[in-house]
Structure formats: C-alpha cells, structure tokens
C-alpha cells in the first residue's frame, strides 16, 4: 500500500515570496491534515479536512494562509506571501473518516 | 497553551536496557493516546495507542501506561534496541476518533549499542 506522497521535500524561499506544498493521500482515505512543525517543537494541526469539506480550520493563520482539497483526494497548501517565522516542516497526513493517521514525509520550508 | 507536555528533550539509554519516556497533558477531556515515532527525514508513524478506559496497552517491547488521575502517561520500550533511536511524541485527542491529535514537543530517544 503506497504511503502518503508530498512534495516538494525541501524548499528555499525569500519572505515575501509564495510557496505551495501538495500532498497525495492513502487511496480510500476521506480525511486529511495538515500539521505545521516548527523546529524543537511537536505538529500543530492547520487545517483538516473530510472529502473536499473543511472539518477544523481555527489554526490556519487565514491572512496568508490557504488550503483546498480537489475532488476529495489531492490537496495544496499555499502560503502567500511568507514570513520568515513560516520556516517549518509542513506534514500532510489522511486517514478513515476516524482513526490512525499516516503521515507523509513532509515539506521542510526555510524563508530567508 | 501546550496542552500536551514531553518535558525531556532527550533521553540516552543502554542496548538491552529499559528507557522510560513520560507525558504530561492538562486537558482533562483527553480519552485517547498516542504515541508517534520519528525518524530523521521521515513524518511521525504510530507506536501503540491507549484509551482512558484502559490504564496499560502492550505491543510486543512497548508497553504505555495511563495514569488519569495524574493526568500522566509512559511509554515503555524493553529491551532497548539502538533501531529505537528516534523521537518519540506524545499525543491527545478528545475520541477515540482521535482527529484533531495535539502533540507534544518530542524526546530524542540515543540507545548507545
């Protein structure tokens, strides 16, 4: 069974610039995360979804923060324009409508 | 308000030996726990979990205990094995649904061979 699958791995930008992150979930998988991990410092969820609906978005920083999920599968995290605190590991992870999550390897972010 | 707490940063223990990490949380509605392991480079995979109805859950070497009215759990790795070398977090959720996980800050797990 294939894992989670995101990309880019590492990212390198300047604040001020856009990035976005795409994760691929578990196939069958209805729900989807995603975390920000900041350096020293345990996931903090962002934003979950269930399908294409949002379930808990109260974390995202909305202000330059966004997230879809096409067609209830795939979904991006765009961060427009960075900060330099965006520095983290952004951790996309889907599970069954409940139950164990799966995490994929993660983005690692650093803004200069 | 880190509702989850790994108060060790990292721990260092002998192959073979037992290694004790702990957690403390704050939240009182936590009924389900977690622990995640992680490998540099690698996003977090689940070790075993523990409902509150329960106060210890094995699986092989890892064994968590659960002590509610301490608001206090560990996890148990025996023996100790230097492919344990990881960090290890500690999460809660409010169901067993455990959806919206809230994590601690991790222990870096050395098992020095």
């Known amino acids: 069974e294939a894992g989670v699958a995101q990309s880019p791995r590492y990212k390198i930008i300047e604040k001020r610039q856009s990035v976005a992150f795409w994760c691929n979930p578990i196939s069958g998988h209805a729900t989807l995360y995603w975390y920000q991990q900041i350096l020293g410092q345990g996931p903090k969820l962002l934003i979950q979804?269930?399908?294409?609906?949002?379930?808990?978005d109260s974390q995202l920083p909305k202000d330059r923060f966004s997230a879809e999920r096409l067609k209830g599968v795939d979904s991006t995290l765009k961060i427009q324009p960075a900060k330099l605190e965006d520095s983290a590991v952004y951790l996309c992870a889907s599970s069954l409508v409940a139950g164990r999550q799966y995490f994929g390897p993660g983005t690692r972010l650093t803004v200069l | 308000d880190q509702q989850v707490k790994q108060n060790s940063p990292s721990l260092s223990v002998q192959e073979g030996r037992i290694s004790i990490l702990n957690c403390d949380y704050t939240n009182s509605m936590f009924d389900y726990f977690l622990w995640y392991k992680k490998y540099p480079a690698e996003g977090p995979t689940f070790l075993i979990s523990?409902?509150?109805?329960?106060d210890k859950n094995e699986d092989g070497r890892f064994t968590v205990f659960l002590n509610k009215s301490a608001k206090h759990l560990s996890l148990h790795i025996v023996p100790s094995q230097p492919g344990d070398s990881a960090v290890y977090f500690c999460a809660a959720s409010v169901s067993t649904g455990a959806n919206n996980l809230f994590f601690g800050t991790g222990t870096r797990l050395t098992v020095i061979p």
């Open positions: 523990i409902s509150s109805i329960k």
């Open positions: 979804f269930q399908n294409n609906g949002v379930v808990d």
